[in-house]
């Protein structure tokens, strides 16, 4: 049986896309490297990978940023662990603040990723554009082109990548 079969069967049943299905298995296979070479916290490898494998569920509704909460209740309707939907919730950009979330027209509420698992997935989808894996500075230099240099969603992927990064090393 084909790795993540399961999770590719059951995005085909909510009609995500193609191209994103091979995008999530990209950021699932990125994640789960970045999960094993985590040394200092402990990482729960199954919840990483429903998580990477799930993030993008919405996307069968909506490519906009309301992807996330569409993929909360969606997950939610299939009986997803509540590890999966926070991923799920948390992982636009490297999160959302409450205002940040309000002036996007979601519901007000802190979208941060909290968990270890909800920031490396949050972390390597910023890593992986299309299926393809890209360096920190090319995510970071993306960031800033489409949001400003001193925004502060740029400033907390940074705070993200040295976060993940300090768990690397004992
Ligand atoms: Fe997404």
Request: charged content about 25%; some cysteine; proline content about 3%.
């Amino acid at each position: 049986m084909k790795e993540n079969s399961i999770e590719i069967e059951t995005l085909k049943k909510v009609n995500c896309p193609l191209d994103v299905i091979a995008h999530v298995e990209a950021v699932t296979k990125l994640a789960l490297d970045i999960g094993m070479t985590v040394k200092v916290v402990e990482v729960d490898m199954e919840t990483l990978r429903l998580g990477a494998m799930y993030h993008d569920i919405g996307r069968s509704q909506t490519h906009g940023i309301a992807h996330g909460v569409e993929g909360v209740r969606i997950a939610r309707g299939l009986g997803f662990d509540e590890k999966v939907l926070y991923i799920i919730e948390r992982h636009i950009g490297s999160g959302l603040t409450m205002d940040e979330a309000r002036a996007l027209g979601l519901p007000p509420k802190d979208y941060l990723p909290e968990t270890v698992e909800e920031k490396i997935v949050a972390y390597a989808d910023n890593l992986v554009v299309g299926v393809k894996v890209v360096t920190f500075e090319e995510a970071l230099g993306r960031f800033k082109r489409r949001l400003g240099s001193q925004n502060p969603a740029v400033f907390r992927f940074i705070n993200l990548h040295e976060e993940i990064y300090s768990w690397m090393k004992l």
